[in-house]
C-alpha cells in the first residue's frame, strides 16, 4: 500500500510537521512525525489544510525509462564485458595491468584494490574487450557481486601457488547466480611452487571441469609477471564473446550501470558508467538513481575527454548533481524536467524508507526500554 511519513507529507505541503499530527489527532488518528500514514488519510489531511493532490503511483514516474528490447534489425555486434574475479593477491589487476602495458597495482594502497576499475582495450585480433576490475578482499563481496551482474563473462583468476580460495569460491557463485559464463585463468605459473594440475582438480569440487580434464570450461595458464599466454586469454574471451553473439542497438538514448560514484573536490560528482545500449553523448540529460544531471564532460579510462560512448564503452560522466551509487541503473530521459521529476521522486521515496527504518529502530527502543 502507498504510505508517506507524517513529516515528508508535512514537508511537500510546506506545513508544519506539529500542524498536521494535530489535525490527525483531531480525526483520531495517533502518528508521531516519523510514522507513516496511508495515501488516503495523507489525501484527506491535505484537503483539509487547503492543498489539491495529485497522487503519482510509481509506474507513472518511472513509465518508458527504460525502453522495450529493441527490435532485432537495429542490434549491432558489441564488445565483451568481461569481470575479472578472484581471491585476494591472486593476480587479478596485474593480468589487467600486463594486458594493458600499465601499472595500477603500484599505485594501489598495500597492493589491495579496494575500488572497481573498468577499461577498455583492443585486442591483437583487432577487436575490442571491455574489462571491469574487482577487489578479491572478503571485506567486497557487494563489488564482486555487483561486478558478476553486470557482465557478459567472469575471467577467474586462480594464483597457481596458492589454490581455490574462499573468494575464488564466492565469485563462482555470484557468476552462476549471474548465469555468467566463466573462463579460468591459472596465474602465476612462472612461480616455482606452482601447481596448476591442483587448482584444476581444486575447481571440480565445485563443478568446474576445464577442458584439459574433458570438461567444457575454458581454461588458460598465464603469468601476470611473465606476460605469458595474455594473447591466449585474449583469444579465448572473443571466441567465448562470439559463442554469445552479443548485440545492443547504438542508436537510441542510452543506458546503462554505475560501476562507482564519488564526489570528486575539482570536478564534482563523478561516475563511473558502463553504457549497456544506446549511445551516451555530451549535453545528455541523465537520471541514475535518486540523482540526476546533464552529461558535461565524458571522460574514457585513458583521461582523455570523448563525445559519446557506445554500447559496453565505460565512461567517466561529469555533469550530475550528485554522485549516484554503484549498480544505479542509467537512462537518458527528454528534458530536465523529467529527470528532476524521476530525481525526487526516488529521493522522496528514499527519505521515506529511511525514516521508516528509524520508526522500527525507536520503537524496537522503546520495547527494550519498558
Ligand atoms: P586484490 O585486488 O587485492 O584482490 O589483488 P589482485 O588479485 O589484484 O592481485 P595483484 O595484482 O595486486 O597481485 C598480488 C601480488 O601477486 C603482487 O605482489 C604481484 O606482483 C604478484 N603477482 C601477480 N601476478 C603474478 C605472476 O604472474 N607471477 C608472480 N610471480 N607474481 C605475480
Ligand atoms: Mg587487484
Redesign the pocket.
Known amino acids: 500500500p502507498e504510505t508517506i511519513t507524517v513529516q515528508e507529507l508535512a514537508n511537500r505541503m510546506s506545513e508544519r510537521a506539529v500542524d498536521v499530527v494535530r489535525l490527525l489527532m483531531k480525526q483520531g488518528v495517533m502518528k508521531k512525525i516519523n510514522e507513516l500514514i496511508d495515501a488516503d488519510t495523507a489525501q484527506l489531511v491535505a484537503e483539509e489544510l487547503g492543498h489539491t493532490v495529485r497522487r503519482v503511483a510509481e509506474s507513472d514516474v518511472e513509465e518508458g525509462l527504460f525502453d522495450a528490447p529493441d527490435a532485432s534489425e537495429v542490434l549491432t555486434t558489441r564488445p565483451p564485458v568481461v569481470t575479472i574475479m578472484?581471491?585476494?593477491?591472486?593476480?587479478?589487476?596485474?593480468?589487467l595491468?600486463a594486458i594493458r602495458h600499465t601499472t595500477v597495482?603500484k599505485g594501489?594502497a598495500g597492493?589491495?584494490?579496494q575500488h572497481i576499475g573498468a577499461y577498455q582495450v583492443t585486442t591483437p585480433l583487432g577487436g575490442k574487450v571491455t574489462f571491469i576490475?574487482?577487489?578479491?578482499?572478503a571485506a567486497f563481496t557487494a563489488m564482486r557481486q555487483r561486478g558478476a551482474r553486470s557482465t557478459d563473462i567472469v575471467v577467474l583468476?586462480v594464483?597457481a601457488d596458492d589454490g581455490v580460495m574462499p573468494q575464488t569460491a564466492e565469485a563462482i557463485n555470484h557468476a552462476r547466480a549471474a548465469g555468467v559464463p566463466i573462463i579460468v585463468a591459472i596465474?602465476?605459473?612462472?612461480?616455482p611452487d606452482a601447481k596448476p594440475e591442483r587448482v584444476r582438480s581444486e575447481l571440480l569440487q565445485y563443478e568446474i571441469q576445464v577442458e584439459s580434464l574433458g570438461g567444457e570450461t575454458l581454461e588458460v595458464e598465464?603469468?601476470?609477471?611473465?606476460r605469458l599466454n595474455l594473447d591466449k586469454l585474449l583469444e579465448l574471451i572473443q571466441l567465448q564473446a562470439e559463442l554469445l553473439d552479443l548485440k545492443a542497438n547504438p542508436d537510441r538514448p542510452a543506458e546503462g550501470v554505475v560501476i562507482e560514484a564519488k564526489l570528486d573536490r575539482g570536478r564534482g560528482p563523478v561516475a563511473t558508467v558502463l553504457v549497456q545500449r544506446g549511445t551516451l553523448r555530451q549535453g545528455d540529460v541523465i537520471v541514475a538513481g535518486a540523482e540526476w544531471g546533464r552529461v558535461r564532460a565524458l571522460v574514457d579510462d585513458k583521461g582523455k575527454a570523448v563525445s559519446e560512448a557506445p554500447p559496453s564503452m565505460p565512461v567517466e560522466i561529469l555533469g550530475f548533481n550528485g554522485a549516484p551509487e554503484a549498480g544505479d541503473r542509467l537512462a537518458v530521459v527528454e528534458n530536465e524536467a523529467r529527470a528532476r521529476e524521476v530525481a525526487e521522486y526516488r529521493q522522496r521515496q528514499k527519505r521515506e524508507q529511511a525514516a521508516a527504518r528509524a520508526t522500527v529502530r525507536v520503537s524496537g527502543l522503546e520495547e527494550m526500554m519498558s
Open positions: 578472484g581471491h585476494v593477491d591472486h593476480g587479478k589487476t596485474s593480468l595491468d597495482v594501489e597492493g589491495i584494490t576490475d574487482t577487489p578479491g578482499h583468476v594464483a596465474n602465476k605459473i612462472d612461480k598465464v603469468s601476470a609477471k611473465e
